[in-house]
């Protein structure tokens, strides 16, 4: 999607926001539109929050949404650089946030370790998952999809495929950021693009990490499965992982009591409409600096 984004101040209220205007009057405009209603449709303070959209006089689609700083969890990808039950914490958080979206019938389709910001507590959550361009609603016909660099390692087989997808395309994204932070490496390190859905083999965790609860290794090794029948929802893999927490914590308890909770296999449709929304001036109320946000 080729466009600009901005830092800007709203003229009235004291915030600050990223404005995305899309360059030109393109395709992508109702992709760009979508992202929108996408975040419109979620309030979770693990979700980033759209505050307005509307379109140009020359007809570019934009929208204002939420500034949110802090690192993203690339930082503490290093093996030994956060401790193993705060690592635990941290999957559970994003599984929670991703759930959230997965009830209402969006799936992310984009999760990468630069998309998760540590936000610390100042949002009443500790991270919050950005950029939701890639996002699909449940029901969506299969189409093709053209992982970046950035993100292929992150791509599920059938989203590759460009195959009937559901929010195990995120499970399966989750469990390569699970596996890159108890083991500091990438499942499938050197793996082509075009042979990720072919020959889909990978380290089992616990060969790099033995000291990890078998019941978390486990676990992230079924996340990364080929055939998507074979991963946990998200509902199912953040129960698993406030159970491993609610374990370590208190160490009488079994492991063996880490039950698998199964929840019905429906979400509400979220529908789209084509039609862009009419033009407005709410960009005006935003004070747009010169330079392009980095």
Known sequence: MTG??????HQLLPRRAVVKVLAGDQPFAIQMLREA?????????????????????????????????????????AP?????IDAIALLRDIAEVLEHAHRRGVIHCGL??????????????PLCITD????????????????????????????????AIDDRVDVYALGVIAYQLLTGVL?????AIATTGRSHEHMP?????????????????????????????????????????????????SPASLLRIRRPRWTPAIAFDDAPPPPGDALAMHDVRDEPAS
């Not at 600009?4 to 101040?9: I, L, M, P, Q, R």
Request: charged share 25%; aromatic share 8%; net charge negative.
């Open 4 to 9: 600009e984004v901005y830092h800007a101040v």
């Open 37 to 77: 209603c996408i975040l419109e449709a979620l309030h979770h303070p693990g979700i980033v929050r759209v505050y307005e959209s509307g379109l140009l006089p020359d007809r570019r689609p934009w929208f204002a949404c939420e500034l949110v700083e802090g690192p993203s969890i690339n930082n503490v990808l």
């Open 80 to 84: 030994g650089a956060r401790d193993r």
């Open 112 to 125: 990468r370790p630069q998309r998760v910001v540590l936000t610390g507590r100042s949002r009443g959550f």
């Open 132 to 163: 939701w361009s890639d996002a699909r609603a449940h029901d969506a016909a299969p189409m093709p999809y053209v992982p970046s660099v950035a993100s292929w390692q992150f791509t599920s087989p059938e989203l590759a495929g460009g195959d």
């Open 187 to 191: 499942p499938f390190v050197g793996r």
């Open 205 to 253: 965790t616990e060969v790099h990490c033995p000291d990890a609860p078998r019941e978390l290794t486990r676990l992230v090794d079924q996340m990364l499965s080929h055939d998507r029948w074979d991963r946990p929802s998200t509902a199912e893999v953040q129960t698993e992982l406030s159970f491993l927490l609610d374990t370590l914590a208190t160490p009488t308890k």
